[in-house]
């Protein structure tokens, strides 16, 4: 487990310390999980889940909720739509939550009046390939001089988004295998040898690269700590180490602002909590909390990324 925990300490302690008296809350709170039950969202939720009923002493019951549908766009709306009180509250993808926007698809909420109240972490995408395959690097790759097969979801998805970002930086010539169900099934279908490579998330990705099924030979939205994996900053393409994708915490519009410190400064402290940290070391899962500030700052300077390539994200 990665996480600051002294910093986020101090961060606990200031919001605590000018935190106004309130009555929020006097039910139990529920958090929306725009994704079907048992994914990587869901059961990040599930496992902080009691972390948080702990910060209420145990007096509230907070109720995760699944709403799938749209790759996440229905259960954001039923956020954006929400009464703003703290009773409903959710987690969200970003940037799989911005790109239908930006794709000219129509959304029923609005990124930029979104109550916005922490960061639970990030995922870092990584660039795969087979197992046993003979490649090692993206210069293998382009050696090859033909066009390099990926498989992805669909074209809303953000693996499918980030496949052509990276391909159209490096100047790699591409095609992607779209329809398959998932991650795990388009692992599979690399596995079998579909195609040639892959985005995927690391936690998608994990017990496959654990197994050594697949191999990674590149790594975008965090450093590479292993010379065989080369990161954006290796690559020289700087710009890409902001593929990634985000878990941030929101609630609807308009939320006061009392109750938004004090959701803030509960959900900084469930992540600090020792059971939490016990799920996480066992589970293989990061924690990289941040407050509202640094959130904000994140929706905006994505938004901003993935703004300038608008033209492939079709």
Do not use: H
């Not at 002294?6 to 008296?21: H, K, Q, R, T, W």
């Not at 074209?155 to 795990?184: M, R, W």
């Not at 939205?221 to 690559?235: E, H, K, R, T, V």
């Not at 994708?245 to 939320?255: E, F, Q």
Request: charged content about 20%; proline content about 6%.
């Amino acid at each position: 487990m990665r996480i600051g925990l002294a910093a986020v300490a101090v961060i606990v302690f200031a919001l605590a310390a000018c935190s106004e008296p309130s009555e929020y809350p006097a039910k139990d709170i529920t958090i929306i999980v725009p994704f079907d039950s048992g994914g990587g969202f869901d059961t990040y939720v599930r496992a902080l889940a009691p972390s948080l009923e702990a910060q209420f002493s145990g007096e509230i019951n907070v109720l995760p909720r699944n709403v799938p549908g749209a790759g996440g766009r229905r259960g954001a709306s039923e956020i954006y739509r929400a009464r703003p009180d703290g009773y409903t509250i959710g987690i969200l993808n970003m940037p799989g939550v911005l790109i239908p926007k930006l794709q000219g698809a129509p959304t029923e909420y609005d990124l930029s009046r979104m109550t916005w109240l922490a960061t639970l972490g990030y995922d870092s995408y990584v660039f795969v390939i087979k197992g046993d395959s003979p490649w090692r690097s993206i210069d293998d790759l382009k050696a090859l001089r033909r066009e390099i097969t990926y498989g992805a979801t669909g074209p809303g998805s953000t693996a499918f988004v980030a496949t052509n970002i990276v391909n159209q930086t490096l100047g790699i010539p591409y095609s992607i295998v779209t329809g398959y169900k998932g991650s795990s099934a388009y692992l599979l279908g690399l596995i079998r040898g579909d195609f040639d490579a892959a985005l995927v998330s690391y936690a998608g990705a994990r017990s496959y690269l654990q197994s050594g099924d697949i191999k990674a030979i590149a790594i975008f939205g965090s450093d590479s700590d292993d010379p065989a994996i080369a990161d954006a900053a290796d690559l020289g393409v700087d710009e890409l180490g902001n593929l990634r994708l985000v878990r941030m915490i929101s609630a609807p519009p308009d939320l006061p602002l009392d109750i938004r410190t004090m959701l803030e400064q509960v959900l900084l402290a469930a992540m600090m909590d020792a059971d939490f940290a016990a799920w996480l070391a066992e589970s293989g899962n990061d924690v990289y909390p941040a407050g509202v500030n640094d959130t904000e700052r994140a929706v905006a300077e994505m938004t901003q990324f993935y703004d300038q390539y608008k033209s492939v994200l079709d």
